[in-house]
């Protein structure tokens, strides 16, 4: 509930139908996509400008209630979760491209501008944006800033990261700040864009965005690829970054999620395939002819047993159908997908499926693995039923020793969904005790009432149940 | 705990939402709202509290529910198989219980609902009593005068006018042998409206080998009452139409209207769910295995060859129940392919609702009128001259679309029906 101060000054700041209170809308911004969890907001700003984003900050900053900053809310984190009777700032109503600069090949928009919407309007003028997050259809850009988030081009492209030139910024204290600019080099002060990037919305709420855009490719082409044995595929990924190939996409599905996608919706996948990758290449029609045929080769040395290439669009899109239904043939096994995101160094690759492998079943679990091969980036996903208490704390000790096997491969918690609450215990086990004092600094030096998205990111380690190797 | 209607609320069903949010952009409401509420997702969140006890049945939640298109194109964007219309009509029964379903709660509406729909002399005379008032102008006479809202006085100029002589005979004998015996189903509004469609889909299937008949006791579907709630009358009507049909003796029951369709493909579910007798259940399960739309019947008796000839650049609105809950995108593409000089252009977000949505447009003319203006955008970037629709409702819709942006002289609306019908008499004179 908002004390009537607060309401009055956020109707004054946003007009009234910008401000939701009914019950009706405060259960439908309680969750995000993050399965288990959910919030309670106290209300539902919907500003539409800086100046209103601006004012609804000075508002809740006064009150001390929390702001959580919310695009689509298509985060698996629980980036969004309003923790502590927050308010939900969404910005879908701050959703105009303000220009698209091919001289400069740069895209200024607003944070609720939707990914795809932007990669549209970047094609338009044959130019390229290449982040492409699995919600890229309805996630945000704002959104995609907060999470630094990856996708499948990121072995040759980056990620959001990459893209982000410079942010307009909403503080704490309700100052707005510009960082970065159009200028390619721009060593003027501390590199805040980067700080900004990927703060999941614990520093400011970001209103405007500028990112750099490439050439779009001229030709792609496709490669899937079969293999018998999880060490040959991942032994394949290798081999092509040994052959100087960077493919715009190397994407891997492993036997569980084959039987998956093949019992949901055949795509004629070989089910005696123990691996398979997917691999895209694009750009100049000559690289790219050159680039298929060694992939080709390399994967057939590797030991692939099944080999299938298409450079016309159509047929690319029959080989893209089963990663395509890895989402949804995974979705229909159980009422909640648990869908994490371990990733390593992609030489440890075939390390990392054989401890999924290894958790799984001392939990007497099927994890199937998907994920994006030539990131190390995994997505080992287990199908559970919140009504089934004994069933999920199986899972979550699965996930548990996932995450170990990750960290002690030298890899990650998380390589692209972001810490938010659902790894906010984990944090820990990553990150030394200096380092988290470190983030910890920055945070109460530009958010010292903890305005911004509270819970996130920073809580108490989470001890480990299962064995007592990790520290 | 649950208000005692909620607890009704299939709870299995509820749990599939693994709220991903990509239902989100198949959603026209959320297109216009950027607002949770307004998205499937939001609206699974709302029926589980719901379910779960923490939000009542008040009219502000009855509001968000029948804000609703049921227009079931998250249907087809959900990757997890979630069965929304089926959710979202166990929700509005309670609501209807409630005396919260806008279109049985009204008088004006009930009447509708129980006397006119279901009574096609009725609705005949009501239908020419429209059209004559729309040829004495009285919508913007009753607007001038204050009495009738703008809105309304704008769909009312759109309506056709009044339907000539009956064409529709009792019976079509196929040309050539016999492949099937067909029973045309006649529904509601489609009958009262467009009886030249139902003539011009039974000579089509004649002409692709169907024995057909229009028969007799056969009344509305009663799509329009499940959308609102009202399942016991729409099992009502769904009895005489089984009745009828099995009467009929015909193989199968051909429809031209996208939501009737999917009513009747419904009716086995429809009478799981009201717990009728497994002898009703099995009756209503066989009409629902022989019901087809008229395009998937002709390509089933007519699959190949040259559907006649018409040179003219088109567009198609799919019907959403059609795309969504029938799953037959492909069938009407198809047939217009088919048709010799005919080019094809298809618009951005074909399979995205108009907002004409049952009753929906005249509940919810607002909301119904910002839907199809983003829909007249990508039909009039299209160039076309004709937008062929597959549902009385959509084709309505799209007139009342066509006047409101002063498109009347660059394109006219027109049934899938008519149009290869038309096409069939230019090749065949």
Known sequence: ?471 | MPEAGFSALPYDELLTCIRCGFCLPACPTYASTGLETASPRGRLALMKAAADGSLPATPRFAHEMFFCLECRACESACPAGVPFAHIMEATREVLHERGLSPATASPVGRFAMRRLLPDQGRLRRAVRLAAAANRLRLPQLGRRLGIVSPILAEQAAALPPAPGPRRLRPSYAAEGPRKARVALFTGCVMDAMFPDTHDATARLLARAGAEVTVIPGQTCCGALHDHAGDRAGAVGLAKANITAFEASGADLLVNNAGGCGAMLKGYGQLFADAGEPAAWQERAAALSAASRDASEALAELWPEGEIGELDADVTLQDSCHLVHAQKLRSAPRALLARVRGLRVREMAGADSCCGSAGIYSLTNPVDSAQVLDRKMGAVAATGATIVVTANPGCLIQMRWGIARHGLQQRMRAVHIMDLLALALARARP
């Open chain 1, 1 to 471: 509930m908002l004390s009537d101060t607060l309401r009055r000054h956020l109707r004054d700041a946003l007009g009234a139908d910008a401000l939701l209170e009914s019950p009706e809308a405060l259960a439908a911004y309680a969750v995000d996509a993050t399965p288990l969890f959910a919030g309670a907001p106290s209300a539902v700003a919907l500003p539409a400008s800086t100046e209103q984003v601006a004012a609804v900050v000075r508002a809740c900053a006064e009150a001390r209630v929390a702001i959580v900053p919310r695009g689509s809310g298509t985060n698996l984190s629980g980036g969004t979760i309003p923790e502590r009777g927050a308010l939900v700032l969404c910005t879908a109503r701050m959703n105009r491209i303000r220009e698209i600069d091919a001289a400069n090949m740069t895209a200024d928009v607003e944070p609720g501008v939707v990914t795809a919407a932007l990669q549209a309007a970047a094609a338009a003028q044959g130019l390229y944006y290449p982040p492409d997050p699995g919600s890229q259809r309805i996630s945000t850009l704002g959104g995609n800033v907060a999470e630094n988030s990856g996708g499948m081009r990121c072995l040759k492209y980056g990620v959001t990261r990459d893209y982000v030139m410079g942010l307009e910024v909403v503080l704490a204290d309700g100052t707005v700040v510009r960082t970065g600019g159009k200028n390619v080099k721009d060593v003027a002060g501390y590199d805040l864009t980067r700080l900004f990037v990927g703060s999941e919305g614990t520093l400011g709420v970001v209103t405007r965005i500028l990112v750099r855009l490439v050439p779009a490719p001229q030709a792609r082409g496709t490669v899937l690829a079969c293999f018998a044995g999880i060490e040959q595929a991942a032994a394949g990924a290798a081999a092509l970054i040994a052959a100087r190939v960077v493919p715009a996409a190397l994407e891997f599905l492993d036997r569980a999620t084959i039987e998956a996608v093949e019992a949901y919706q055949p795509s004629g996948l070989p089910t005696d395939a123990a691996a398979v990758l997917l691999i895209e290449q694009d750009g100049h029609p000559g690289q790219v002819a050159d680039d298929l045929a060694t992939i080709e080769r390399v994967c057939r040395e590797a030991g692939a047993f099944d080999l299938r290439t298409a450079t016309d669009p159509a047929a690319a899109e029959q080989l893209w159908a089963a990663r395509r239904a890895a989402l949804p043939a995974l979705a229909r096994l159980g009422p909640v997908l648990i869908m994490e995101d371990a990733t390593v160094p992609r030489s440890r690759l075939a390390d990392m499926v054989r401890a999924i492998d290894a958790a799984a079943r001392a939990q007497g679990l099927r994890v199937a693995t998907f994920g994006h091969a030539g990131d190390g980036n995994l997505h080992p996903t287990c199908p559970g039923d919140a009504r089934d208490p004994a069933l999920m704390a199986r899972i979550d000790r699965a996930f548990e020793d996932i995450f170990a096997a990750a960290i002690e491969l030298g890899g990650t918690i998380t390589g692209e969904h972001g810490v938010g609450l659902a790894k906010a215990g984990y944090l820990p086990w990553r990150l030394s005790p200096e380092t988290l004092a470190a983030m910890r600094a920055i945070k109460h030096a530009l958010d010292p009432g903890d305005l911004f998205n509270p819970g996130k990111i920073f809580a108490a380690p989470r001890p480990r149940a299962g064995s007592a190797t990790h520290a």
